[in-house]
């Protein structure tokens, strides 16, 4: 079974940085566009980053120059490095896996980050 899992999330004071990392298995990994999406209370699932299987990177205004997203091919992993983080930044962030020609379009089950003082 497909399986895309986060971790890094967390508590951490407004100005910090945190690192997520999603780890993919039992599909081609390096196929697939990966992007990372968030979801705050009451509000919809956003796009935050995504990256191309060529690593063409593309990133939602509120996030430019504060966030990077990067991938390792041979690691399976796509990372989103975090920093100048930000009070509105809280939200639950999945990490998603898409391969439009073939119509598959994975989600991990997502890791909270909470940006408070």
């Known amino acids: 079974q497909v399986q895309l899992v986060e971790s890094g999330g967390g508590l951490v004071q407004p100005g910090g940085s945190l690192r997520l990392s999603c780890a993919a298995s039992?599909?081609?990994?390096?196929?697939?566009?990966m992007s990372w999406y968030r979801q705050a209370p009451g509000k919809e699932r956003e796009l935050v980053a995504s990256?191309?299987?060529?690593?063409?990177?593309h990133y939602t205004a509120s996030v430019k120059g504060r966030f990077t997203i990067s991938r390792d091919n041979a690691k399976n992993t796509v990372f989103l490095q975090m920093n100048s983080l930000r009070s509105e930044d809280t939200a639950v962030y999945y990490c998603?896996?898409?391969?439009?020609?073939?119509?598959?379009?994975?989600w991990g089950q997502g890791t909270q980050v909470t940006v408070s003082s």
């Open positions: 998603n896996a898409r391969r439009t020609a073939l119509g598959h379009d994975y």
């Open positions: 990256i191309t299987i060529t690593g063409s990177t």
């Open positions: 039992l599909f081609t990994f390096r196929n697939y566009a």
